[in-house]
């Protein structure tokens, strides 16, 4: 496993009517974060918000290249960002604890926090396709470049990790400062990783590893 500390590029936030930041995802153009009873969208270049969609947003979030997916307790919404409207729900499989969320490969990959385990989805009916586990809480959820990545959170410890999908072994870890959190996690395609950060109410972008892990220490 290589390990390293992560490299904060950017902080957004904090922004107005936004106490807390949880999942996040990017449609290419904006970044998304739920914020509870909204979803909002922020212009990267700028960091200012653009958009605000009434939804009950308390988790992950996922972008299929068209519409927006998010955790509503113990639901998934599929969501036209376009318009708001809710078009469709399945069930969460945590039936409520459910954290992060991302769209890869035509299927939803939902983060279960306390259960450590990755559940990939049928974006149609719900069902479970398939289970990894995790060997630390779960939170944000994201595919890039086929790596698996996602964010654990406990206490004042919290990083970012690539796992092997089959296995759940951790490849790569990035340590987050003392105090920083992750709660939602999106690749951008960038090269960096955006990283709600729960209470603080900011998201910030991390440096992503270049494909074959990241310079540090062995663990």
């Known amino acids: 496993m290589k390990r390293s500390p992560a490299e904060i590029l950017r902080e957004y936030g904090p922004f107005p009517n936004a106490d807390k930041v949880h999942g996040v995802t990017y449609d290419g153009r904006h970044v998304w974060f739920a914020a509870g009873e909204t979803l909002i969208a922020v212009d990267p270049e700028s960091g200012n918000p653009v958009r605000t969609i009434e939804a009950a947003a308390d988790a992950g979030t996922a972008f299929d290249g068209r519409y927006l997916f998010q955790i509503a307790e113990d639901r998934i919404h599929k969501i036209d960002p376009e318009t708001g409207r809710v078009l469709s729900t399945i069930p969460a499989p945590g039936g409520g604890g459910d954290s992060g969320l991302a769209w890869a490969e035509g299927s939803l990959w939902v983060g279960q926090y306390r259960e450590r385990k990755i559940n990939q ?99």
């Open 121 to 219: 989805v049928d974006p149609e009916t719900g069902e479970i396709l398939r289970t990894i586990e995790s060997e630390r809480v779960v939170t944000g959820v994201t595919w890039t470049d086929g790596e698996l990545w996602h964010g654990t959170w406990d206490g004042e410890e919290s990083d970012i990790r690539r796992i092997d999908p089959e296995t759940g072994e951790v490849l790569v870890q990035l340590d987050m400062p003392a105090g920083t959190g992750v709660s939602g996690l999106e690749a951008d395609g960038n090269g960096r990783f955006l990283c709600g950060g729960g209470g603080s109410g900011t998201i910030r972008a991390v440096r992503r590893p270049t494909r074959g892990g990241a310079a540090g220490q062995k663990a």
